[in-house]
C-alpha cells in the first residue's frame, strides 16, 4: 500500500474483544452508550480502523446482541475516515452483518472471517474443523465481495497454540500459513492479520515466523499484513511487534490497556497507549498523539475495567 518506512497504521480492538467477554450481569455498564462514545473518541482520536463489533452467538457474548449491534451500527453511522470492523464467525454472521445494516447499504463496515492455523484450536474456538471452516470462509468471502463488502481476515494461533492438558505448543507449519494467506487474499481480503493467540512466541520465533511467511510469498502484499499479539505481558507483546515492525510488518492491533483476548481463554493484549508511546518514542508515526490515547485509556479503565468483572478462564 506504499506506506512509508518510518509510519504504521494502528487498528484498536478493544471493544470486539473485551465485549465479548463481559458477562451479562455487567451489560448496564458496558452499555451500547458507553460503546458508541468510546468508539467516537478512537474516531476523533484519529484511528483509522477499530474493532467494534462481533456477530457471533449473544449466548457467548451476551454485549453482541442484535439489539446492541443495532443500536452502535445506527449511532456510529457511515464512516469515511476510520475502517470499522465487524467479525463474521460463519454463513450465519455473515447474514446478521447484512441484516443489521452494517454491509455497502447500510453502516459499510468491514466484515472480519477468521480461522485458526492449528486444528485443535480451530475446533475448541469453531466447533469444526480447519477445512470444513475454510469451505465456510470461501463462501461467505466469495458472496461478501460479490455485494461489494470490504473484506478483512485473521489467522488465529499462527505462532501456535498450547495445549492445555500437556502444556505443549501446537504450530502450524509456515508453509501452512503462507498457503493461507495466498488463499485468503485471493479470496479478496484486503488486509490479513496474523495472531500469536496466546503470546506462546518470543521475538525470536517471531521473527522467524514472519521472514519465513514472506519470503515464501516473496515480499508480496506486506503492506497489507497485520500483527495482532495477544499476551499478559504487555511489554512482550510491544517486544514482539518491535521486531515484526524491522522485519516490514505496519499493521498492528491493540487493545487500551491492554484488555482483551478469545473467548477460548487466550489472555490479553499489547496495550495501545504503550504501543502508540513506544512507536512514536522511536520516530514511527502512528498518526496519534499519545498523551490522548493514554487519557482514553485511563477513562475506560475508571468506567469499566474496574467496575466488570470478567470471568476467570482456565489459561490454555
Given amino acids: 500500500m506504499g506506506e512509508s518506512a518510518d509510519r504504521v497504521i494502528l487498528t484498536d480492538v478493544t471493544l470486539r474483544e473485551y465485549g465479548q467477554n463481559v458477562p451479562s450481569p455487567f451489560l448496564h455498564l458496558f452499555s451500547p452508550q458507553i460503546r458508541i462514545e468510546i468508539a467516537q473518541r478512537l ?5 483509522k480502523g477499530i474493532e467494534v463489533l462481533s456477530c457471533v452467538n449473544p449466548r ?17 453511522g457511515r464512516n469515511t475516515s476510520c475502517d470499522i470492523i465487524t467479525l463474521v464467525p460463519n454463513k450465519a454472521g455473515y447474514h446478521n452483518f447484512l441484516a443489521y445494516g452494517l454491509g455497502p447499504d447500510g453502516y459499510n463496515h ?21 477445512r470444513e471452516t475454510l ?20 489467522i488465529s494461533a499462527a505462532f501456535g497454540f498450547r495445549n492445555s492438558e500437556t502444556g505443549n505448543v501446537l504450530r502450524a507449519e509456515a508453509e501452512d500459513i503462507a ?15 496474523l495472531s500469536d493467540l496466546q503470546g506462546v512466541a518470543d521475538q525470536k520465533y517471531t521473527t522467524k515466523l514472519l521472514e519465513d511467511c514472506l519470503n515464501m510469498r516473496k515480499g508480496k502484499d ?3 499484513i497485520g500483527y495482532h499479539p495477544h499476551h499478559v505481558s504487555g511489554p512482550k507483546a510491544i517486544s514482539n ?11 498492528f492491533d491493540a487493545s487500551l490497556g491492554g484488555t482483551g483476548g478469545c473467548v477460548t481463554g487466550a489472555p490479553g ?30 477513562s475506560v479503565e475508571k468506567e469499566l475495567y474496574r467496575k466488570i468483572v470478567l470471568p476467570v478462564k482456565t489459561p490454555l
Avoid: C, W
Fill in 43 to 47: 474516531v476523533r482520536i484519529g484511528f
Fill in 269 to 298: 493484549n499489547q496495550p495501545t497507549e504503550e504501543l502508540v508511546r513506544v512507536f512514536e518514542k522511536r520516530g514511527i508515526k502512528t498518526g496519534l498523539k499519545p498523551e490522548e490515547v493514554s487519557a482514553l485509556a485511563d
Fill in 222 to 224: 506486506i503492506g497489507k
Fill in 179 to 193: 498457503t493461507y494467506m495466498d488463499l485468503l487474499f485471493d479470496l479478496g481480503a484486503s488486509v490479513v492479520t
Fill in 135 to 154: 469451505t465456510e470462509v470461501k463462501a461467505v468471502a466469495k458472496e461478501a465481495v460479490s455485494a461489494g463488502v470490504r473484506l478483512v481476515a485473521y
Fill in 60 to 76: 457467548i457474548a451476551p454485549a453482541m446482541s442484535e439489539e446492541a449491534i443495532k443500536s452502535v451500527g445506527q449511532a456510529l
Fill in 110 to 130: 468491514s466484515a472480519g472471517v477468521f480461522f485458526s492455523a492449528v486444528e485443535a484450536h480451530n475446533v475448541l474456538n469453531l466447533g469444526r474443523s480447519i
Fill in 241 to 251: 511487534s518491535l521486531v515484526a515492525y524491522e522485519i516490514g510488518i505496519r499493521r
